[in-house]
């Protein structure tokens, strides 16, 4: 639903609430400034900001279990770069079923183990060269 338009061209849409908005396939901005330490891992900050996550929550999904994430000896938080990819999984998952985020790690790790067995099959299928299969 739209508006008349601007005097410019551009016409106005009205803000959309979450359960009308529709679904995006990625979640993770990314940024050019995000800065990386040496050994390439992101701070609670930089995460935070290119997932579009309160840091509160992503502390909570690590206490979870959710997300990995490491320790330094002051105590902050320091992620790999495919936490991003894991925080814009379960920002879809969320979205997209009615899970509390407690129940979000079985379906994580349910969902992992599925991808395991494909790459499984599909390697196991790449070694055999039968074509008197078909999967139609």
Not at 82 to 99: D, N
Not at 105 to 119: A, K, N, P
């Amino acid at each position: 639903m739209t508006t008349a338009p601007r005097p410019g061209g551009e016409s106005r849409r009205p803000p959309t609430t979450p359960a009308s908005r529709p679904a995006i396939n990625v979640l993770v901005r990314t940024t050019r400034t995000t800065t990386l330490v040496p050994d390439r891992r992101l701070g609670l900050d930089a995460v935070a900001r290119d997932s579009g996550l309160h840091p509160d929550l992503v502390r909570r999904f690590v206490a979870l279990g959710l997300v990995d994430a490491t320790r330094d000896a002051g105590g902050r938080l320091w992620f790999e770069p495919s936490a991003l990819a894991t925080l814009a999984r379960i920002q879809r998952l969320r979205a997209a079923l009615p899970l509390n985020y407690a129940s979000m790690g079985l379906v994580l790790d349910l969902l992992d183990r599925i991808s395991e067995l494909e790459d499984a099959l599909r390697r196991s299928n790449a070694g055999s060269s039968r074509s008197d299969e078909s999967w139609i």
